[in-house]
């Protein structure tokens, strides 16, 4: 063996040896080697459907199926060379010399495409027979073949230092931005102008030497060859750049960005907005201030020459597929890896081992958010660790606390249409209450730690600004969709400030976001509906500068009661003056500024960022499902709470509770038990839920005059009590103008109101006036004349 | 005294350098902690201001490469990818040689050839530099650099010398000002919007052209950092509690400069004044739970003339280090980006400053005063939206391509508006302003008046950042709880709510602040009780 030669300058990596491993591994190897692997490492797999599976040499298979297709790249799963023994040195030499042993393993893999393909020949496979399998042969030949290995773990973009330089590394990242296409010269073609001799230089180290002579001995003429750019060979460049993803990005810095190069099939694979894992060189090269000089500064350009590119996991929404066209998948190019390990992947990340993210923060994370789900106090630990300077309001907050976590999305899979309606998981809740109650801060609070979450207020935002607003570029003057706050959130929380000032359009929008969970947009030619599954926290003052508790709710705060019975809890944060509550609340505040521990919390407080990763975690990995008892437990809830309508004595039936209250409890039910991380939702979690909406609705939906409570005043805006009311004033207007003498001169507005309240001991309400005559006048019973202070009105015969 | 050693660091820093790496080579510590503690060594004691200043005074382009400069800067974008230098080659201040012919010429010219030479044997030559633009502070006073950079001939074409190429990542893009890539080769930890006080050499490099192989061929100044100092808030260094001068209690002192700022810049407004002062100095105390600074606005300002807005923000540069003004108008607010972005629109990925980024403890100084009727546009909704969030919760988003993150900010605001009330803006506090309708005379400030006002503000607002400078005793907490159920029975609720009380006693601290004191006494406490309540008085009569 001469193996003087074939060993890479200044290593101590055999080309041969390398080689032959490799041909080996691309015989030999099978699934099952990767699965022993695998489980050393603890990753566990789903059972194989049949013992032969695991014995497949699988990338014959893959290289068949290249022959096929007529592809020429390989994907290579560089955690498939440690599983197997032989190739454990190919490994790492692969990783510390990139450059020299990917083209090792080109030739390998041509060597083995050949040898393949002359076996299935012999052997009369399909397509391979005789003079086709002679020609199948000879096209190989002619082919370039690329092993383009993946599946190394990525480091983080900021931890690249010069010690990586030349060795092959992985990292991720979003795409924001890529430039055409860049011809790169890979051959020159010159050609003598005097005797037209042509000579073909390669590129050497990024130059290309142009011949100051021709070389034919005869006619040595100096400067007189000339590229001729139609004959040169050229490869397809494009430099893309990609910026560190938020989840990675140290506190309180700004993003890092790194350029890399992509050729040939991976040029315009991806697209700005991408989420993609890379595999490349990376490369450190000295700057040249000036083209014309070799004179070089000791200033390095850094960037990574890319051998693969992996889309992110779908789940997480990997690429934007409205910008794609023809449907193409990004990463889809060659064979191997991707699909084929998609299944394994998925069940690598399922336990638990985080060894596709290699993040070790993230791990660590993990594991205390795992500790803390075991308290048992874990519910009273977060409702206290959420806003903590916000003085007492337990209630409001297990109730947000609750929102944040959000019940589970329920999708009717069979539904007629294929695919039926989905129900919102989403949980909205409302805030009405006094100027200076901590609102505002409660909502700055939650915007803080809620995953996705946005702070809006509705004073100052408009319809479109909720939404999504089309802006035209100024550059490209082509026309922007650029999302609003409802759409931005989505998935997270949209917190709305001032909500009972936002104008009339704006609030229509949040008709829709709150129980179709979508935006629609129809403007300058752009129609589309965009997802907002997104949870509303709203704050409202009372219409007058403070609450009246003597007016039922729908009348304090003005908002359309179809729009309140979307929030499923409505709080009343009263100001109320209580001695005793006073000095407890000056105290805490007294506290708060002044001394060091703040009273609420105190000691058993958790820090913001593991609340929000506590919340994310549950978010994402827990899917709770309703147990025979807990549904049992909500059926009773319901009817228990429908029960409180009736009432023995008269007739009539208050309205306690309606299907949304029902559809209410059962989310509140689902994100409690998933604060508790458990996978079922037990009675436990319905009973707090029940607790939660009583007391809401306590607050809420209570009669102020009868101090019951009926739901109607939320879902119509109409109390049960106040209809009775309307029955009865509306019968002594009827008789007062009955009285006046029939169709004739009527009545004056004022006066009416005069003499009605001289009739009752209570005094007539002048808009509850106002409603009953517009009733009236609508059933065509009375007839209003005039306008303003001189308004009449007049009986209208009933005959 | 001047000794060789300090002469030759001023002179020539970069012979300097290459002398401490031929001796330092076989030794563990790393360069730049050599370098770093020779240069620290030579200027650490009052020297600090031998070396000449890098500023508007005294732009780059006065100076050759290859000198040593002090440059005050505030870093505006961190998102450079640290560079490669070989460190063999002089600490990567080869690049002098080009342009500085007074070095020594010994050194070789290297080529490409011997680079990737280098490169494949010295592998572990290779090291990584901190790179980041940085900005001369935006709003400094001018009495700032006069204190602390000592006396530095002015060259004459300073004055003249125009707003650099990379103006778009000032804060105020149309204002003289002074912008540097500095190199850090420590291991500090540099953040955007925090400011440093720098000392390194100067040198001019190529900009690093990201998506093409050519490089620029216009320089960029480039500052390699040899060591730096961390500046207090204040700038100027502030004693607590300071010692009042001329025999005054520490009341008086603190009485006169309401009185001074009243009659000059608040037509005599004293309770203006008070207000002023006390949110000038309030800074974020914690983050949690949240304490922010209050923020101020003084209605009913002067809507005839347009000088009084002016005369305050000259009043409040005099008093306060970093002051910055923003004048706002329709035409301002449509035009001028608030926030940073990184936008994809244009060719470099550069992260442009905006409006409000801003060093910490800057007064912001915002006049209403110009704005008419006319259309908000795109831009100027934002730029409101953008303003709201840092008055109410001290972040600033800045917007990258795909996603934007949030900076901590610690900025006082004094909105000047002449309605009952700002169109744009809520604040914590409304104060209506009522001028005296005879001014008093006013004797103009000496220079030790006001050094001495500068410092005793300094003082207060060097106390302002921490949470507990100054105790309560449980006296007074008693006392204050006592007082706030006693109101609000009287008042039966309508007046006195929680956020009142917060508000009341963060004033109480800032007013202890201002007063210099140890801990809030009672009658600090009643001072503010009565500034409130005339306050309300007032906004009450509108």
């Known amino acids: 063996m001469d193996d003087v030669t074939s060993v890479v300058w200044g290593t101590n990596v055999s080309i041969m040896e390398a080689m032959r491993t490799f041909s080996e591994f691309l015989r030999e190897f099978k699934p099952k080697y990767r699965r022993a692997h695998d489980a050393a490492k603890g990753i566990a797999h789903p059972p194989m459907l049949r013992m032969e599976d695991g014995e497949v040499p699988v990338y014959q298979t893959y290289l068949r199926k290249m022959r096929l297709t007529g592809q020429t790249n390989l994907n290579l799963d560089a955690e498939n060379l440690l599983a197997w023994p032989a190739t454990r040195k190919l490994h790492s030499q692969l990783l510390k010399y990139p450059q020299e042993i990917i083209p090792v393993m080109d030739t390998a893999l041509k060597d083995a495409m050949i040898f393949l393909a002359a076996d299935d020949k012999e052997t009369g496979a399909l397509g391979m027979e005789g003079d086709l399998g002679e020609e199948e042969i000879r096209e190989i030949e002619g082919k370039v073949y690329k092993v383009r290995p993946f599946g190394i773990s990525a480091v983080n973009m900021r931890d690249l230092n010069p010690s990586d330089t030349d060795k092959l590394v992985s990292i991720k990242g979003l795409v924001i931005r890529a430039t055409p296409i860049i011809p790169d010269m890979k051959q020159a073609f010159f050609r003598c102008l005097t005797c037209s001799h042509t000579v073909q230089v390669e590129i050497d180290r990024g130059r290309i030497e142009e011949p100051a002579r021709c070389p034919r001995d005869v006619c ?222 409660i909502l700055h609070y939650v915007h803080k730690i809620a995953p996705r979450g946005v702070y809006t207020s509705g004073k100052g935002s408009s319809a479109v600004g909720l939404t999504a607003y089309i802006t035209r570029d100024p550059d490209s003057k082509q026309l922007v969709l650029e999302s609003g706050a409802l759409v931005l959130s989505d998935g997270g929380v949209c917190c709305i400030d001032e909500f009972d000032k936002m104008s009339d359009s704006t609030r229509s929008v949040l008709h829709e976001v709150m129980e179709q969970q979508t935006v629609s947009i129809a403007k300058a030619g752009i129609i589309t509906t965009l997802n907002a599954r997104t949870s509303i926290l709203a704050a409202a003052n009372p219409v007058g500068s403070r609450y009246n508790v003597n007016w039922p709710i729908t009348k304090n705060i003005d908002l359309p009661p179809t729009l309140l019975s979307r929030f499923d809890l409505l709080y009343l944060v009263l100001d109320k003056v209580d001695e005793v509550a006073d000095r407890r609340l000056a105290k805490h505040l007294v506290g708060l500024y002044l001394e060091d521990a703040p009273e609420t919390g105190g000691v058993d407080i958790i820090p913001v960022e593991l609340l929000t990763a506590y919340i994310s975690y549950a978010r994402s990995k827990v899917h709770p499902q309703i147990t025979a008892g807990a549904s049992e437990a909500l059926v009773r809830a319901y009817v228990d709470l429908r029960k409180l309508g009736e009432d023995p004595r008269s007739g009539e039936r208050r309205i306690t509770a309606t299907t949304r209250q029902l559809e209410s409890m059962i989310r509140l039910s689902e994100a409690h038990a998933r604060m508790r991380f458990s996978e079922l939702v037990e009675v436990s979690d319905v009973e707090e839920a029940n607790r939660l909406m009583q007391e809401a609705i306590r607050t809420s939906a209570t009669d102020p005059r009868t101090g019951l409570i009926d739901m109607e005043l939320i879902n119509t805006g109409v109390g049960q009590q106040q209809r009775r009311m309307q029955g009865d004033l509306r019968r002594a207007v009827l008789q007062l103008l009955d009285a006046q003498g029939g169709g004739g001169r009527g009545v004056r507005w004022t006066e009416a109101i005069r003499m009605l309240g001289q009739q009752s001991s209570v005094q007539v309400d002048a808009t509850e006036f106002a409603d009953v005559i517009r009733t009236l006048e609508t059933e065509g019973q009375v007839k209003v004349v005039g306008d303003r202070e001189r308004r009449t009105i007049r009986r209208i015969a009933a005959e | 005294m001047v000794t060789a050693a300090l002469s030759d660091a001023l002179s020539h820093p970069i012979q300097v350098v290459r002398g401490l790496q031929s001796v330092h080579v076989s030794s563990s510590t790393p360069l730049s902690t050599v370098v770093k503690k020779h240069f620290e060594e030579q200027f650490g004691n009052g020297n600090l201001q031998k070396v000449p200043p890098l500023d508007v005074n005294h732009p780059p382009s006065t100076y050759t490469s290859g000198s040593l400069v002090r440059f005050r800067a505030m870093v505006q974008d961190t998102s450079a990818s640290p560079e490669i230098y070989i460190s063999n080659l002089g600490y990567g201040l080869d690049s002098v040689l080009h342009t500085n012919s007074s070095a020594e010429g010994a050194f070789n010219m290297h080529t490409l050839q011997d680079a990737l030479d280098a490169g494949t044997t010295g592998r572990d030559k290779w090291k990584e530099r901190i790179v980041f633009w940085a900005v001369s502070v935006p709003g400094e006073s001018e009495w700032v650099g006069k204190s602390l950079d000592g006396n530095h001939p002015t060259s004459i074409e300073a004055s003249t010398s125009s707003a650099s190429s990379m103006a778009h990542k000032f804060p105020f893009p149309n204002t003289p000002h002074v912008g540097v890539l500095v190199k850090s080769y420590g291991t500090t930890e540099f953040k955007p919007s925090t400011v440093h006080d720098l000392v390194g050499i100067l040198t001019f490099d190529p900009r690093l052209n990201l998506l093409g192989d050519d490089e620029d061929e216009d320089l960029v100044p480039s500052l390699h950092v040899l060591f730096q100092t ?211 005379s006013l004797s103009s400030l000496s220079e030790d008046q006001l050094l001495e006002y500068r410092l005793w503000l300094a003082g207060a607002k060097s106390q302002a950042a921490s949470k507990n400078a100054v105790p309560i005793t449980r006296e007074m907490a008693e006392y204050i709880q006592s007082e706030f159920v006693r109101e609000r029975k009287e008042a039966g609720g309508q007046s006195l709510t929680s956020d009142d009380l917060s508000l009341r006693m963060t004033l109480a601290k800032l007013e202890t602040y201002l007063r210099h004191d140890a801990e809030i006494t009672k009658e600090a406490w009643e001072h503010v009780v009565s500034l409130e309540k005339e306050r309300k008085s007032r906004l009450s009569l509108q």
Not at chain 1, 384 to 413: C, H, Y
């Open chain 1, 220 to 441: 040595q003429s100096l400067g007189t060859m000339s590229l001729i750019h139609n004959r040169s060979e050229f490869a397809d460049r494009q430099i893309i750049r990609l910026q560190e993803t938020p989840d990675k990005v140290p506190d309180g810095q700004t993003p890092h960005t790194v350029s890399l190069c992509v050729y040939d099939e991976l040029v315009d694979l991806a697209k700005p907005g991408d989420r993609l894992t890379v595999t490349g060189i990376f490369r450190s090269i000295p700057v040249r201030v000036n083209p014309r000089q070799r004179v070089i500064k000791s200033l390095f350009k850094t960037y990574l020459d890319i051998v693969h590119v992996k889309r992110a996991n779908s789940q997480r929404l990997g690429f934007d597929s409205s910008t794609r066209s023809e449907g193409k998948v990004p990463g889809a190019i060659g064979v191997g890896g991707e699909e084929a390990d998609e299944a394994e992947h998925a069940a690598g990340a399922a336990a638990g081992t985080g060894g596709a993210d290699g993040l070790s923060r993230t791990a660590e994370m993990e594991q205390r958010v795992l500790e803390l789900a075991q308290k048992p106090d874990i519910y009273d630990i977060l409702s206290r660790s959420l806003a903590p300077s916000i003085w007492e309001m337990d209630d409001v907050k297990k109730g947000i606390l609750l929102q944040l976590f959000g019940g589970t999305n329920k999708s009717i899979a069979r539904g007629g249409g294929g695919g039926g309606p989905r129900y919102r998981g989403d949980i909205n809740v409302l805030l009405v209450g006094d100027p200076g109650t901590s609102k505002s801060q």
């Open chain 2, 230 to 440: 961390p500046l207090p808030t204040t700038v100027v260094k502030a004693a607590y509690p300071m010692p009042p001068a001329r025999s005054r209690t520490r009341l008086e002192v603190k009485d006169e400069i309401v009185k001074w700022l009243a009659a000059s810049a608040l037509r005599g407004d004293l309770l203006a004044a008070e207000y002023v002062l006390m949110c000038c100095i309030a800074r974020v105390q914690s983050r949690s739970p949240f304490l922010p600074p209050p923020s101020l606005q003084l209605s009913r300002f002067s809507s005839s003339s347009d000088s009084s807005a002016l005369t305050l923000q000259q009043c409040l540069e005099t008093l306060f280090p970093i002051v910055a003004n923003l004048p706002l108008s329709i035409n301002y607010l449509n035009q001028t980006p608030f926030a940073p972005s990184s936008s994809l629109r244009d060719h470099s990925e550069d992260l442009r400053s905006g409006t409000l980024q801003l060093a910490p403890g800057t007064v912001v100084v915002v006049d209403e005063h110009g704005v008419v009727e006319g259309k908000l546009g795109d831009q100027g909704v934002r730029n409101i939206a953008t303003m709201q969030s840092v008055i109410t919760a001290q972040t600033l988003a800045y917007a990258f391509p795909f996603s934007s993150y949030e900076f901590p900010t610690d900025l006082s605001f004094v909105i000047t508006t002449s309605g009952s009330k700002s169109p744009f803006f809520n604040t914590d506090i409304n104060v209506p302003l009522q001028p005296v309708a005879a001014l008093p």
